[in-house]
């Protein structure tokens, strides 16, 4: 049987099955919650990031999902210092030059709280003279910490990150730490 899994990852948890760090460390990492054999993810999440990873054992379904070269929509939540005003969120859309180049076209939008969102562990750091927002972005490629430096680079620095969406797949009805298994796709498509 093949396996096909959308998993929550919490915050401060490594995206792969072992931790290759420090020897003795205490990082959680996949293996913490995801007990089976043979089960790789599918792309990767920040460990200060959370949200949806699909993980499978198919070897050419990760590849498909994973590669930035299939263009697979990825949906963030990105709350942010301050309220981006119409521009910063134009600029976000159109392309932000980083150092590593300029990013693809994007879809960026203000939002309100998303419903059911879980508290973090620990909770972000609040600033009584700076208010915050939640920006919901959509991007086609996978730079490292890529939509983190997307808003610092027009202004809105990101407090806490969640992946919300991988193609047709979303982490509707999981809490952090929960995973199921999904019917293998045939053929994934690259979504919203």
């Avoid at 990082?27 to 054999?37: A, W």
């Avoid at 620990?122 to 991007?139: A, F, G, M, N």
């Amino acid at each position: 049987m093949a396996w096909f899994i959308r998993f929550n990852k919490p915050y401060d948890v490594l995206s792969q099955f072992t931790d290759r760090g420090s020897a003795g460390s205490s990082r959680q990492t996949l293996s913490d919650f995801i007990d089976l054999p043979g089960v790789y993810p599918a792309g990767r999440l920040d460990r200060d990031s959370e949200g949806l990873m699909l993980l499978t054992d198919d070897g050419r379904l990760q590849a498909r999902i994973a590669d930035p070269r299939h263009k697979m929509a990825k949906t963030y939540w990105a709350q942010v210092e301050g309220i981006p005003d119409a521009a910063a969120l134009r600029a976000l859309a159109e392309g932000v030059d980083l150092n590593d180049g300029r990013t693809r076209p994007a879809r960026a939008r203000l939002i309100d709280t998303p419903p059911d969102l879980w508290p973090r562990n620990p909770p972000i750091r609040v600033r009584k003279s700076v208010p915050d927002s939640w920006i919901e972005l959509t991007i086609r490629e996978g730079r490292n910490r890529q939509v983190r430096r997307m808003t610092a680079a027009v202004g809105h620095p990101t407090l806490r990150l969640i992946r919300a969406r991988i193609g047709d797949w979303t982490i509707d009805g999981l809490a952090p730490g929960q995973w199921e298994t999904l019917p293998a796709p045939a053929h994934p498509r690259s979504g919203h």
